[in-house]
């Protein structure tokens, strides 16, 4: 048997990166998933290989009305929901004295914010349905200083805080929730990111990603969208069933330094 059997996910940000990765690893293991971004395009790529197991919601996940849909159309599709994986984000560089408000303000609104309205959103359901998992997506920029992210470590130290509190709320109402920060992942936009900071073309991005990140990090390497998505996976299943309210690192061991 699958070890999310019987579990009905909703992934935000599940149209590329770790978000996919997430979704697809959920609907591998036994999940009904609903894939939801803003951008349809990706989440429709994301559910077309897990085929019926996959529900394509096109939201924002800073508007209180698409995260009370995109609950809604989980229930009419699959059920109500017993895992959120809270993963929609944005990244936003500039030091404090730097960084423009209009930055400051979509990045809190995606990566705080957002986790937040889906989190009120699945509740109610979750609770009704006896209990569930919640996963939010935090990063180690939240745990230790990172320079010129002013905007995504305050948003990402929200995330942290928040999880620990919704832990303690809805503990008696049998809802774990839990917050996963990653370090420095290897995905896509990690590599166009660079690739254009450094005006090179994204084949030659691994020598500068090598020589930058791996002194910083134990184990000398990137980290990989599925090795996330496997400590998702924990934390969505039964085995986590006395896990709440805990802030899980997977960095290669860069916070430990």
């Known amino acids: 048997m699958g070890r999310l059997d019987g ?21 591998a293991e036994g999940a009904l998933v609903a894939c939801v971004d803003i951008d349809g395009e990706g989440a429709q790529e994301t559910v077309t290989a897990m085929g019926e197991q996959g529900l394509v919601v096109i939201a924002d996940v800073t508007s209180e009305a698409d995260a009370e849909r995109m609950v809604a159309e989980t ?7 017993t895992v959120l994986y809270a993963n929609a984000g944005i990244g936003g560089r500039g030091a404090a004295a730097e960084v423009d408000l209009e930055t400051w303000q ?24 006896g209990g569930g998992s919640i996963i939010n997506q935090g990063s180690i920029t939240a745990l230790v200083g990172f320079s010129n992210s002013a ?20 503990a008696p109402h049998n809802v774990r929730v839990n917050a996963i920060c990653p370090g420095v992942i290897e995905t896509p936009l990690l590599r166009r990111s ?8 994204e084949s030659e991005v691994d020598d500068l990603l090598a020589e930058h990140w ?7 390497r990137l980290g990989q969208v599925d090795e ?5 996976v924990y934390l969505a299943s039964d085995e986590a069933a006395w896990t709440t309210g805990s802030i899980l690192t997977v960095d290669g061991g860069q916070t430990a330094m």
């Open 228 to 232: 996330i998505a496997a400590m998702a």
């Open 151 to 170: 905007a995504y470590s305050a948003s990402k130290g929200g995330v942290i805080s928040l999880t620990r509190q919704m832990a303690v709320d809805y």
């Open 7 to 27: 579990k009905i996910a909703i992934v935000t940000g599940a149209g590329s990166g770790l978000g996919r990765a997430a979704a697809s690893r959920f609907a």
């Open 214 to 220: 791996h002194p910083q990090i134990p184990m000398a």
């Open 194 to 201: 660079w690739a254009l900071a450094q005006g090179v073309e």
């Open 75 to 81: 229930i009419d599709h699959f059920g109500p929901p």
């Open 106 to 129: 979509a990045v809190l609104a995606v990566n705080l914010t957002g986790v937040w309205l889906s989190a009120k959103s699945c509740l109610p359901a979750m609770i009704e349905a």
